[in-house]
């Protein structure tokens, strides 16, 4: 590899994480299928019985032998964003009492017939009270909500298995499979995480599992299919998990590519999450035995589960990679934000949450330590550049980007209605005052931003932060085929329907079953007099 700054950047970041190449310093883990399947210790140390394998060496795996089943900690030597969920938290008792497996072959899931396929509400007994499970076992909520405050910032990070989470200000909640004891293979597949045979450009379209997967609709329970040979895939992979192996007769779930989930099933008339290697029963809450929250048809039909369920994801301040002799007085990482998700349209083509990225920024040091210009006269001055003239295929900036995601912070409870249509942030188009005209087109509506540092700098006249403007205008390119901030017609329908919340503040209002009928009669005398009279109402008495 060349010396060019972006190959630089692959040695130090990018190339840490691929299987085939050696961890980065002070951690410790294997390569090839190794990297899933063994685990290690946070010192590198082997815990195990075997003497002939050094207890005092590091680099050893934590014991000899390979688990089928990758435990949390080992996903998260990659996939690193996710070890804020537990913040250092991790149920270290569950990885220390995996029972050792005697056959490690892993075999491939097949494609389900569709004819097979059946609907759940057929098999499931849905006949009883719809009292939510999750609400059943009383997890305390001092487990469950973490207050990082600012003096929290500056003191050593937490560490599970020796990686570094950095949190900033900000009230995190453990995502509820993540409280219930979930662990990143109960519900990712096989296939998932070890492909499929075919080739993606993007890892998103190679996830098979969608929140319908389990939960269903709200229109249908989710499908299930029916194992009728022994053979079955559900049968032999499953002969590696906890709770035992599955059998000729169960009623599996299905998911988006038509293949057998191996560890959620119907039993006892309810539909449930086996852990994989805690065998605990999850049971499983249907959305279609809660359509009081999940009635609109507009979201029906236009948003993922995440984009109201997801709520929180990580808002970092960006990284300052330091190229030069001296690479000590630049910090690699910076404390965390946690915020709200804004929103955009994803690959899937619905509503999603966004992961909102900040502004690029590249300073080149010389041998003496002297910022030098690398991007010739685009700079304001010498090593720090506001602007960047490159772009990506659609035309937009490429040091202004946003991206689609699941950001594995789930709750059951969802976002509030005002933080979606009332908020400029969530639509993308930065921090500021929204100034709503008197036109319901959108045509007279701007936002005052709250940073004006690229206003009095003429960079922008938008927010940093803003992805789109209130035209409709992308600010970010997104690498995400299908994927885009939202257009002017979009912005407009989600803010119009900020001005019915203040007295349609709940999801079953059933003026939201068609809003376009609503609409019409709120410009009818009659809505206007109603108007008038809850306002006067509400005056406190003189």
Request: with cysteine; charged share 25%; aromatic share 6%.
């Amino acid at each position: 590899m060349s010396k060019h700054p972006a190959d630089h950047l692959l040695r130090k970041k990018c190339f840490q994480c691929h299987i085939d190449s050696p961890p980065a310093e002070g951690q410790y883990r294997s390569q090839g299928c190794a990297a899933c399947h063994f685990e290690y210790s946070a010192t590198g140390l082997y815990e195990g019985n075997d003497p002939t394998v050094s207890r005092t060496k590091p680099g050893h795996a934590r014991f000899h032998k390979m688990p089928a089943i990758p435990s949390r900690a080992t996903c998260v030597q990659c996939h690193r964003s996710f070890t804020l969920q537990t913040l250092g938290m991790e149920p270290h008792e569950m990885l220390d009492t995996l029972e050792e497996t005697e056959n490690t072959a892993i075999d491939m899931e097949t494609s389900v017939d569709n004819s097979d396929q059946e609907n759940v509400s057929s098999v499931i007994n849905t006949s009883e009270t719809k009292e939510d499970p999750v609400e059943q076992e009383n997890i305390p909520s001092t487990n469950n909500d973490l207050v990082i405050s600012e003096s929290e910032t500056t003191e050593k990070p937490a560490t599970s298995r020796g990686f570094s989470l950095y949190a900033g200000k900000g009230k995190v909640k453990k995502d509820v499979h993540t409280a219930k004891g979930m662990d990143c293979t109960d519900c990712h597949t096989q296939l998932d995480i070890m492909g499929d045979g075919n080739i993606y450009s993007k890892q998103h379209e190679a996830v098979e599992i969608r929140c319908e997967t389990c939960h269903g609709d709200s229109l249908s329970y989710p499908l299930i299919s029916q194992i009728t040979e022994p053979s079955d895939p559900s049968i032999r992979i499953s002969r590696h998990y906890t709770g035992g192996s599955n059998r000729v007769g169960d009623w599996m779930a299905v998911t988006a590519t038509s293949h057998k989930m191996t560890n959620v099933k119907v039993q006892d008339g309810r539909m449930v999450t086996m852990g994989k290697q805690t065998g605990k029963a999850h049971e499983i809450p249907l959305v279609k035995d809660y359509l009081d929250a999940h009635s609109i048809p507009q979201h029906q039909s236009r948003l993922e589960c995440t984009a109201c369920h997801a709520r929180w994801v990580v808002r970092c301040p960006g990284c300052h990679q330091n190229i030069g002799p001296d690479q000590s007085n630049v910090p690699e990482f910076h404390p965390l934000d946690i915020g709200e998700p804004a929103l955009m349209i994803g690959p899937r083509g619905k509503v999603a949450p966004m992961l909102i990225q900040q502004e690029k920024q590249l300073t080149v040091l010389d041998e003496r330590g002297h910022p030098i210009p690398v991007l010739e006269k685009m700079g304001d001055e010498r090593g720090h550049y506001r602007k960047w003239e490159f772009t990506n295929p659609h035309g937009t900036s490429g040091s202004n980007l946003a991206y689609a995601l699941n950001p594995h912070s789930i709750q059951k409870k969802s976002r509030s209605c005002i933080s979606c249509h009332l908020s400029p942030e969530t639509l993308g188009l930065g921090a500021g005052d929204l100034k709503i005209g008197k036109s319901f087109t959108g045509k007279n509506d701007f936002v005052d931003p709250l940073n004006r540092t690229d206003k009095i700098l003429n960079a922008s006249k938008f927010d940093p932060q803003a992805k789109t403007s209130m035209r409709g205008e992308a600010l970010a390119g997104t690498s995400q085929p299908k994927a885009r901030t939202f257009n002017q017609k979009e912005i407009v329908r989600i803010l119009r329907v900020g001005n019915c919340i203040p007295c349609h503040d709940q999801y079953d209002d059933p003026i939201y079953q068609n809003i376009n009928q609503s609409y019409a009669f709120a410009r009818t005398m009659e809505h206007r007099q109603l108007r008038k009279k809850i306002l006067n109402l509400r005056q406190p008495a003189e």
